[in-house]
């Protein structure tokens, strides 16, 4: 049966935990918000929504790449428009539903990943200097290559598995700067607020503004450097100290192999 159109109120109390976002995200999804009143009242799916905010991103990108002041103003600000509210839409939408999709999260993440470096790359032939556009989304990519992935290691062994769910994981997934509000923020953390792609009116977009946006995104890819060298030097501590815990001859439970 069909759920009813609800109120903005409703949907503030169902879509809105209190005490889960924290600073710009918080913003973005109280805006968001109406927005998924509107979806839901055309009667769109959350997979619908997430296409959409997609094509609007490309459109976005095909703005940018004219290279003409006003289309890169405006094809960055409908970039992180999409990017801010219309990707927040569909999670709020599967939970007005009582849905959860794992499909979903996968298109999501597909999506975003190519959207993301795209953007930078269009932003950066914009501005004639392409190999830097190539340099950022390079390194854009090997942050997240970086990231130890056990599933492709093919783990046999319960000790391995021991060790990776109750040293490596929760450490790795201290890797990004987190958003919620259940997490400490540090000055960097809510510094890097300011500096992620997809937020609104961030330093992309006064960059832009400003006509410097040449000079943005030689910072970005001075940041996406460094951040590459701090994921990859804090994995490699986080495994070699997984690797003396697995080798120091401590018990575990049920080390055989599974094979």
């Not at 597909?110 to 989304?137: E, T």
Request: hydrophobic share 50%; glycine share 6%; net charge positive.
């Amino acid at each position: 049966m069909k759920k009813a159109n609800p109120s903005i109120v409703e949907l503030k109390e169902l879509c809105l935990k209190k005490g889960t976002y924290v600073g710009a995200d918080k913003v973005y999804s109280i805006v968001a918000v109406y927005f998924t009143k509107l979806f839901l009242y055309i009667n769109f799916s959350s997979i619908q929504v997430m296409f959409l905010w997609f094509f609007l991103q490309l459109f976005a990108c095909y703005l940018i790449v004219q290279g003409s002041y006003f289309y890169v103003i405006g094809g960055v600000f409908l970039f992180q428009f999409c990017a801010s509210i219309l990707d927040a839409v569909d999670g709020q939408m599967d939970r007005f539903h009582g849905k959860n999709s794992i499909l979903g999260l996968y298109i999501d993440q597909i999506f975003h990943n190519v959207a993301n470096p795209l953007f930078l790359l269009v932003l950066a032939i914009s501005k004639d200097i392409f190999w830097i556009g190539i340099a950022i989304c390079i390194f854009y990519v090997y942050n997240r290559l970086v990231v130890f992935n056990p599933s492709i290691y093919n783990l046999k062994y319960e000790k391995d598995k021991f060790v990776l769910k109750t040293v490596i994981e929760p450490k790795l997934n201290k890797l990004s700067y987190s958003r919620l509000k259940s997490d400490e923020k540090n000055f960097i953390s809510k510094s890097y607020e300011w500096f992620r792609v997809e937020h609104l009116f961030n330093v992309i977009f006064f960059g832009a503004l400003l006509g410097l946006l040449k000079l943005t995104l030689c910072i970005y890819l001075i940041l996406f450097i460094v951040d590459f060298i701090r994921r990859l030097y804090t994995q490699v501590a986080i495994l070699i100290e997984a690797d003396k815990i697995l080798n120091s001859g401590g018990s575990c439970k049920n080390p055989r192999s599974v094979i």
